[in-house]
């Protein structure tokens, strides 16, 4: 199997500079079960939690790169994938974006900040502390001060070796704790990640092939919103599923509908990671 160091490597040096597949279908239970969550819960004020990275069948780079919005819908935050960033399809976020942007004026530039998508890892893991899940999948933002989640794992892989591989790579070991905003909300922090002696993925060859066979991938958990959400999100209007037309509705379209089939978003189906603020803004 190849190494995969010199592709981590080479993407953490580009991404420091300033600046899909079908979907398997799995059910929503199945799916939850599919997230990896760094988050404590409300009554927690530090946790430890271990993962195992696992390696890609080609030696490229496990962190997957992915564009997001993270923007407030029905007053919850959510990440919404950016389909001009990432496929150059429309997007009318970011349509919102750029029109605020060539007006010149302060405010505008200050409001367009909603708008824009953020640069998100998403990388294939084992949570050691729920290995019968099998593969999960860990989202995180990247951190333009080089103070996030990757610039935490660098050093090892560049110390250690490859924490990827499947007979000789190393768990990860990561510290979280309660910090508060100035307006004194708490958030999580990933403090600090360390790492394990070397192991293999599993002593059970057949759990540990069953792992690293696994064709799931970020595209089968992780939701790509259609266009008419993305619509209804950049004019200030709550999305609406209607079930007779199979596509979301707003405006007076939802308006006209409702009795009619329409709901709103179900929510039961959103990731750990949604209702998480956004932890920073990026230069424009």
Do not use: C
């Not at 790509?224 to 509705?249: C, I, R």
């Amino acid at each position: 199997m190849a190494n995969s160091i010199d592709a981590v490597l080479a993407q953490y040096e580009k991404n420091s500079q300033p600046s899909g597949s079908q979907r398997q279908n799995i059910s929503q239970e199945d799916r939850m079960k599919k997230y990896f969550s760094a988050i404590l819960q409300k009554n927690e004020k530090s946790a430890q939690k271990r993962i195992r990275v696992l390696p890609t069948k080609d030696g490229s780079s496990p962190f997957v790169e992915v564009w997001y919005h993270e923007i407030q819908v029905n007053g919850q935050w959510v990440k919404l994938y950016d389909p001009e960033k990432n496929d150059n399809e429309r997007s009318p976020l970011t349509e919102v974006y750029n029109e605020l942007i060539s007006t010149g004026k302060k405010e505008d530039k200050e409001l367009a900040s909603q708008y824009r998508s953020r640069l998100f890892y998403i990388v294939k893991v084992i949570d050691r502390n729920n290995e019968q899940d099998g593969v999960k999948f860990w989202r995180f933002k990247h951190n333009y001060k080089q103070e996030g989640v990757l610039d935490k794992i660098l050093p090892i892989w560049k110390a250690k070796g490859d924490v990827t591989d499947s007979e000789k790579g190393r768990d990860l070991i990561i510290e979280l704790i309660k910090a508060k905003t100035p307006q004194g909300k708490e958030y999580t922090v990933v403090q600090t990640i360390m790492y394990d002696d070397p192991a293999p993925l599993h002593t059970d060859k057949e759990i540990m092939e069953g792992w690293l066979q696994d064709e799931l991938t970020w595209k089968d958990v992780y939701s790509k919103k259609p266009v008419e959400y993305l619509e209804a999100v950049a004019v200030g209007e709550t999305p609406m599923w209607n079930s007779e037309l199979k596509k979301y509705v707003y405006g007076e379209e939802a308006e006209i509908s409702l009795g009619g089939g329409t709901q709103k978003e179900e929510t039961h189906i959103v990731d750990p990671q949604a209702d998480e603020d956004p932890s920073e803004e990026l230069p424009f």
